[in-house]
């Protein structure tokens, strides 16, 4: 009888995704489609008030050089004034595209927990000379 419980239990949390997150909810904190120019970098600031985060990334463009780098915001200050910065490892990922070939492909990080009174900081970079087309999404988990 406690083999079938266990199996329900399985099964209920891979039908209803989040069963096993201790009840918390994700928000769309911030999405967007967008051409990144070569060698340059969007970021987003203020980041803050959530207990865990996560991204999606898809790559629309064929050849594709990318960093995704979530720090404190102490660290993306540090990084903006070309000085020695620390990234967030769990949350961020470098040569995205080397592993793989990009094009058409999704990328992330899944629910990282976090300190939820720091503010922090998600950065794009395109590390190549070619424009880069993607789509983003950051989450917010409380």
């Given at each position: ?29 911030s ?12 970021i ?53 595209c080397e592993?793989r ?6 990328f ?31 989450y917010?988990?409380?």
């Amino acid at each position: 009888m406690g083999n079938i419980k266990a199996y329900l239990m399985i099964f209920l949390c891979l039908v209803f995704p989040g069963c096993l997150d201790d009840n918390q909810e994700r928000y769309n904190l911030s999405s967007d489609e967008m051409i990144l120019e070569g060698y340059r970098s969007y970021i987003l600031t203020d980041i803050t008030g959530y207990d865990a985060y996560s991204w999606d990334i898809e790559v629309y463009s064929s050849s594709a050089e990318l960093d995704v780098l979530f720090m404190t915001e102490i660290n993306c200050n540090q990084k903006e004034q070309r000085a020695s910065y620390v990234y967030i490892d769990s949350l961020s990922y470098l040569d995205m595209c080397e592993q793989r070939n990009c094009s058409g492909g999704k990328f992330g990080k899944g629910m990282t927990e976090m300190e939820n009174h720091k503010n922090y900081c998600w950065e794009i970079e395109n590390t190549a000379n070619d424009n880069v087309q993607i789509s983003w999404t950051l989450y917010g988990w409380s």
